[in-house]
């Protein structure tokens, strides 16, 4: 089993930052993928940004975040970050880290195990 716990979202406005981290533990951390992904009101869960958990590969974005979200890792901590700027409203959403298998299962959503989500609302 891991575990997985988000922090850091809130109420921000349109065109400022936030930060989340994802505090992971349970089993060997190395074996997997992990990332982020997000749900909008009445949208499907769409993928974010992540990587494999040993860095390899590099990292992996969703389309609509390329260029304004970066995904890092801190693997002393076991725990991952998703640093969130020029938001928009349309990033209003429910965030929720995710491990799974390989990078493509997560890029896939063939996901293991979530996060309970952590709220991000951009207000204009």
């Known amino acids: 089993q891991v575990q997985l716990a988000e922090f850091g979202g809130g109420s921000v406005q349109a065109g400022g930052s936030l930060r989340l981290s994802c505090v992971a533990s349970g089993k060997d951390l190395s074996v997997y993928a992990m990332g982020w992904f997000r749900r909008a009101p009445g949208q499907e869960r769409e993928f974010v940004a992540g990587?494999?958990?040993?860095?390899?590969?590099?990292?992996y974005y969703g389309d609509s975040v390329k260029g304004r979200f970066t995904y890092s890792r801190d693997t002393s901590k076991n725990t991952i970050f998703l640093q969130m700027n020029d938001l928009k409203s349309d990033d209003t959403a429910v965030y929720f880290c995710?491990?799974?298998?390989?990078?493509?299962?997560?890029?896939?959503?063939?996901?293991?195990?979530w996060g309970q989500g952590t709220q991000v609302t951009v207000t204009s």
């Open positions: 990587a494999a958990w040993h860095g390899g590969g590099g990292n």
């Open positions: 995710a491990a799974t298998g390989t990078i493509a299962d997560l890029r896939r959503a063939q996901v293991d195990y």
